[in-house]
């Protein structure tokens, strides 16, 4: 049978820092989103960008290689600033779903 840890323990000994340095990862986040002044996001124009290379692609048959390049080097430069937004998702729930397991259950909630 597994050992059980105390709730109560738990509790205590759960690092609050990673919960902090999930604004670090916001403001990682907020560097991608953000737009200037009243603009909308840089990423926003690319990936519109990104859709219009696309279908001139699909709709020409990939005839212009510059193009084609051009695309590509878009596609690659997108996934790699979407993939830090992933990433950064992650380590902030992390923490927030570690915190999330030590909610009382309804039979222990009114004590807490």
Do not use: W, Y
């Not at 200037?36 to 692609?57: I, S, T, V, Y």
């Amino acid at each position: 049978m597994p050992k059980t840890v105390d709730r109560n323990e738990q509790i205590a000994s759960f690092d609050t820092g990673p919960l902090l340095r999930t604004v670090d990862d916001l403001d990682v986040m907020r560097d991608h989103l953000k737009g200037d002044n009243f603009n909308a996001p840089e990423m926003r124009h690319d990936l519109l960008r990104l859709h219009g290379l696309a279908m001139r692609f699909v709709n020409e048959a990939h005839t212009d290689p510059v193009m084609a390049e051009e695309m590509f080097d878009l596609a690659a430069d997108l996934e790699c600033r979407i993939q830090d937004l992933s990433d950064a998702l992650a380590r902030i729930l992390a923490p927030i779903r570690t915190l999330q397991a030590l909610e009382p259950s309804d039979q222990e909630r009114p004590g807490f």
